[in-house]
């Protein structure tokens, strides 16, 4: 290195970077798809979800029973659950689930894409499977959760080797590593049946669309969130969005909101009538 007065370092050699310094970066170094791995997550409450009351309640009930009562199951001979699979068409709720249990605060949070994954080469997704399992266990207490698992976990022969490498990783998932996996899919019809096996995931938890009285109670929290005066009914507007999935729902507001903002008067039920997706 050179001195701001354009001189050398005396002791030169111990200025130089040498092949040890290399092979000690490259020991840090992990696989560029592991960038993806999202250690932050933007947590939500669990009353910040309508509807979902048993999907809430088995993953409260799991992730309670792997962290903070694992102890007391180990004495008596059980082994903490493991994992649990989020099935359900889009927009029903199961990123927001995963962001509810971030939100617990029980354990650290780290979230990876199955389609970021799968987009790299089989050799460097492989590799990469496995730093981000060894990432969730350096974290312990860690929740890892796997968006898109339809991705990941394909039919082993038409998977690239990821599927058996992700069973691999974890099946070797002991107690003591204190990791949780919950994986989320929209098209459960896609994965491996060794998914389903049971000896894996402890819990498959199904979501649906909402009914009407889940409709009515994502549409009121939705309108909770929005800072305008709103002069409508939300059981009205439950029965007039037979099929719309939560997403759609907080969309369906938010349209009406904008619709009422450039008008410059209260939301009220003809804006909804007025955006209600044909």
Known sequence: RIAPDGTFPKNLEAEAVTMDDFKKALAQLSPSVTRQLR???APVSWDDIGGLADAKAQLKDLTKQAFVLAPRL?????RPPRGALVSGPSGTGKTMLAQAVAGQRTA???????????AAGPAEAARALREIFASARRAAPAVLFFDEAEALLRPRGRDNGLT???????????PDDAVFILAATSRPDLLDSGVFSGCRFD???????PDETERAQILSLALKGLRLPALCDVGELAKESDSMSGAALRRWTES?????????CPLEARHFTATLPR
């Open 39 to 41: 250690t932050e997550i």
């Open 74 to 78: 180990l004495d008596a001979g059980i």
């Open 108 to 118: 650290n949070f780290l979230s990876a894409s199955g389609p970021a994954l799968c």
């Open 164 to 174: 058996s490498v992700f069973y691999f990783e974890m099946d070797w998932l002991t």
């Open 203 to 209: 819990r498959q938890i199904e979501l649906k669309l």
């Open 256 to 264: 009406a909101a904008a619709l009422c903002l450039g008008e410059g």
